[in-house]
């Protein structure tokens, strides 16, 4: 009985396997559109997500007045926050706050060469897929293809900004206050590497929300191209 109960399983994973693989072959000829123009209409979307909304960031305050990517401290240093602030010294921690996403604000500047040579290279093959996937697919597509090369780029340039801003001043600053809290244990953390990979995670963050609008809302469909497009996945 279990055996038979676990054949028909199989079958029935096999079955659905093989439909969505048909579904997925089948959309070069939906709709009439053919596999350049597929692939074409993602990566306006993604083009679309890269100069509407990576953008913004790279605007003063670009993360630090925007509730959805603003950084944070991280949580060992939340502790420190916290303390400055219960002694009076909240404008100091909104500093230290400030700086760091000035840093990432002016880290993303270099990022939109990247993105768009990993545009450009979405294949037919990738578009089927990422078509038929959820809201954020091609986001995802680009994050898988973008990270490390982006890592390495915005790495450099958050310590070149951390000094460019007064990063390095303001926290020692805040370090230095805080050390000198009695019964605090000292800390000293390095922020370059949190303050890229949050930075990273803001800019998908912000290229998915384009993407959701666009797959979702009829209105945010602005060109012929997505319109077409999209309506395969509708």
């Known amino acids: ?6 054949v028909s399983v199989f079958c029935f994973i096999t079955l659905s396997c ?13 709709g009439g559109l053919d596999p350049t123009t597929i692939a074409s ?13 990576v953008t913004k960031l790279t605007q003063q305050d670009g993360f630090y ?3 959805m990517v603003k950084i944070l401290l991280p ?14 010294l909240g404008k100091l921690a909104d500093e230290g706050l400030k700086v760091m996403n000035r840093a990432a604000e002016d880290a993303v500047k270099t990022a939109t060469p990247i993105f768009v040579d990993a545009v450009k290279n979405i294949t037919f093959t990738d578009a089927k897929n990422i078509l038929l996937g959820n809201n ?4 995802s597509y680009l994050e898988g293809r973008t990270t490390q090369a982006l890592y390495q780029q915005f790495n450099p340039v958050i310590k070149n900004s951390f000094s460019k801003v007064g990063a390095d001043q303001v926290w020692a600053n805040i370090m230095t206050k ?20 949050k930075a990273l995670e803001g800019v998908y963050k912000m290229i998915g929300e384009e993407e959701k609008q666009i797959r979702t809302n009829l209105n945010s469909r602005t060109t012929n191209l997505l319109r077409q497009v999209f309506a395969l996945q509708d």
Do not use: H
């Open 18 to 30: 093989a439909q969505l693989q048909n579904v997925v072959n089948t959309i070069p000829t939906q």
């Open 41 to 53: 209409g993602l990566r306006q979307a993604l083009d679309f997500g890269i100069d509407k909304q």
């Open 65 to 67: 007045k925007n509730s």
């Open 136 to 139: 954020t697919a091609a986001t």
């Open 178 to 197: 805080y050390n000198a809290i009695p019964l605090t244990n000292n800390v000293n953390p390095d922020l370059t590497d949190y303050v890229t990979s």
């Open 75 to 88: 949580e060992e240093l939340q502790k420190v926050d916290n303390t400055l602030r219960s002694i009076g």
């Open 1 to 6: 009985m279990k055996r038979s109960i676990l």
